[in-house]
T-cell receptor, first 110, second 115 residues
Framework: GNSVTQMEGPVTLSEEAFLTINCTYT??????LFWYVQYPGEGLQLLLK?????DKGSNKGFEATYRKETTSFHLEKGSVQVSDSAVYFC?????????FGAGTRLTVKP | EAGVAQSPRYKIIEKRQSVAFWCNPI?????LYWYQQILGQGPKLLIQ????????DSQLPKDRFSAERLKGVDSTLKIQPAKLEDSAVYLC?????????????FGPGTRLTVL
């Protein structure tokens, strides 16, 4: 079946630090992969996506590359800001099935 | 453009009572999703509609949960009777095409507490 496993949090970083949040998946076929973000007091919103192997999704300085050989879609940002503090969810969509990871809470301190 | 609307935002009920949630998707979005998000977990897909037909409801506990989207626009999700473990945030989302890479737009959710 389809499943997503992502790095447990919480993660606390200082401003301008490098961020990696690991995400691996299990799926048959060729799922689409997503990172969603939930800022405090707001609803879930799409951060970036990739629909096929070796695609790189990017938005707001965040990047993730669809790696089929390692079944991974790790989220990275070179220099985080306080405003990046949020909960990040890795997700996949495959055969009408949408699966989310448990979420990773990121806190960025000034 | 108006986003996905949900009501109520909060609901507190006793176990064994019934409750209903309402969702109005973004205008023109054919696909509508209901999710359950238990505290500390990621959203779990309950049911997916394409217009007014059900695409997938394999994770919907059909003995107590039901959902409908009668005119292919807004939707209701009902729980009858509620159990303590149903306490969660119920999220509604919609997408334009519902296909392989369709971006889903989420509403603010309804936080349900079952006492």
């Amino acid at each position: 079946g389809n499943s997503v496993t992502q790095m447990e949090g919480p993660v606390t970083l200082s401003e301008e630090a490098f961020l990696t949040i690991n995400c691996t998946y299990t799926a048959t076929g060729y799922p689409s992969l997503f990172w969603y973000v939930q800022y405090p007091g707001e609803g879930l919103q799409l951060l970036l996506k990739a629909t096929k192997a070796d695609d790189k999704g990017s938005n707001k300085g965040f990047e993730a590359t669809y790696r089929k050989e390692t079944t991974s879609f790790h989220l990275e940002k070179g220099s985080v800001q306080v405003s990046d503090s949020a909960v990040y969810f890795c997700a996949l969509y495959n055969n009408n099935d949408m699966r989310f990871g448990a979420g990773t809470r990121l806190t960025v301190k000034p | 453009e108006a986003g996905v609307a949900q009501s109520p935002r909060y609901k507190i009920i006793e176990k064994r009572q019934s409750v209903a949630f309402w969702c109005n998707p973004i205008s023109g979005h054919a696909t509508l999703y209901w999710y359950q998000q238990i505290l500390g977990q990621g959203p779990k897909l309950l049911i997916q509609f394409q217009n007014n037909g059900v695409v997938d409801d394999s994770q919907l506990p059909k003995d107590r949960f039901s959902a409908e989207r009668l005119k292919g626009v807004d939707s209701t999700l009902k729980i009858q009777p509620a159990k303590l473990e149903d306490s969660a945030v119920y999220l509604c989302a919609s997408s334009l095409d519902g296909g392989l890479a369709g971006e889903q737009f989420f509403g603010p959710g309804t936080r349900l507490t079952v006492l």
